[in-house]
């Protein structure tokens, strides 16, 4: 059986007390042996990595455990730490981070993975400059880290705790509340059948009923677990409740909405916005910006505008004041419009990825059509859909 390797921050080993355990490289794609099981690991061997520019090396992840106690040591040393350079705390902090949520997601019906969350990130000091480190921080994770779930919730965790202490000047306390329901507001995907939560395909509506029963199944694992923190729930269970009440599971409106649940919800959009997925190439910051913009109905104007604020530099008056103003109707597709997107998706050099977004467009046009727009679109989302799904049961190089 091939080993599974998972990523290890070289700043966050002392080479003095290093478990004996295998260390490797990645070059080129390609894992190799750095450091035998047997063989002690010294400064030199740091230091020529770090000549190098190496900033992650890897262990077998059977050994993870047994690393991880090292590391966290190594955090509870003060003279340790304040030799390091915020960059190497913040990615030593976000490996802590991803580890405790792999351990959740491993073992969710158990209290202690859920209470090691909290006590984690009491603990940890993530700091920012500004927009951009963080953003920076967000390509080296995924450079790093290939498990997109566990990846995407430590990144969401990351961009609400930032947020949340910026727009709300929170306490420690609500930090790590918002940090640990960020941390877990998709362990209900957990419930959902990996044929599902794997499928590269387009959903069908009975599988998207599924996926939305999510919240549900994660508040049902926060309470197994004995996890009581409103904050917590609140998070888990309204992170897809939008502010014009067209999300779920209660279709909650506007203010009904805890403001904690909407700023994870945001943070969430952005960083699945802003990740690759299997079928869907990752859009640029300024991409995934734009694209909420023009669904800010979705979101509360006063929290939208203060993340927009931050992330493109704005006063947060002159963001809210944008945020606020009437949507504009979208503008829908005509009868030629309609027949050069056919045209498009019939050629057989067309690029997936622009066909996923087609399925986007024409979802959206719809929903704003009438006549026989509507039911040109209606076929030719029908028949779209059925180009995609034979496109991906070919795999991964067809188009």
Known sequence: ????????????????????????????????????????????????????????????????????????????????????????????CCQMIIKCIDDVFKKPNQAAPFEKCRTMLGKVSLQFGDRNELINLFAKLEDNFDKY??????????????????????????????????????????????????????????????????????????????VKSRIVHDITLNHHERHDGSGYPRALVGPDIPRYAMLVSICDIYCALTMNRPYKAA??????????????????????????????????????????????????????????MRKQMRNPNVDRNKLVRMHSIITDNINNSFGEERLALTELRTELKNLLRSLFAEGPEKR
């Open 283 to 340: 859009s640029t910051p300024a991409e995934a910006l734009r694209t909420m913009k023009s669904q800010k109905q979705l979101f509360d104007p006063d929290i939208f505008g203060g993340f927009l604020a931050i992330m493109e530099d704005k006063s947060h008056k002159e963001a809210v004041v944008e945020e606020k103003k009437t949507p504009e109707m979208v503008k829908t597709l005509d009868m030629a419009e309609i027949r050069e």
């Open 149 to 226: 779930l566990i990846n995407h919730s430590a990144q969401t965790t990351i961009l609400s705790m930032f947020m949340c202490d910026k727009l709300f000047n929170a306490g420690k306390d609500e930090l790590v509340g918002i940090g640990v329901g960020a941390m877990l507001h998709d362990i209900g995907m957990l419930s959902v059948s990996s044929d599902i939560t794997d499928k590269m395909d387009v959903l069908s509506e009975d599988e998207y009923y599924r996926v939305k029963l999510h919240p549900k199944y994660g508040v049902d694992l926060l309470n197994n677990a004995g």
């Open 1 to 92: 059986m091939a080993l599974e390797y998972s990523p290890i921050v070289l700043d966050s080993i002392n080479h003095e007390n290093f478990p004996k355990v295998e260390l490797f490289v990645k070059l080129d794609a390609k894992y190799t042996l750095y450091k035998p099981e047997n063989t002690k690991l010294t400064i030199h061997n740091i230091e020529r990595l770090r000549e190098n520019g190496t900033e992650f090396v890897y262990i077998n992840s059977k050994d993870s455990e047994e690393v991880q106690a090292h590391v966290e040591k190594r955090l509870d040393d003060s003279r340790a730490v304040n030799i390091l350079s915020q960059y190497s705390k913040n990615l030593i």
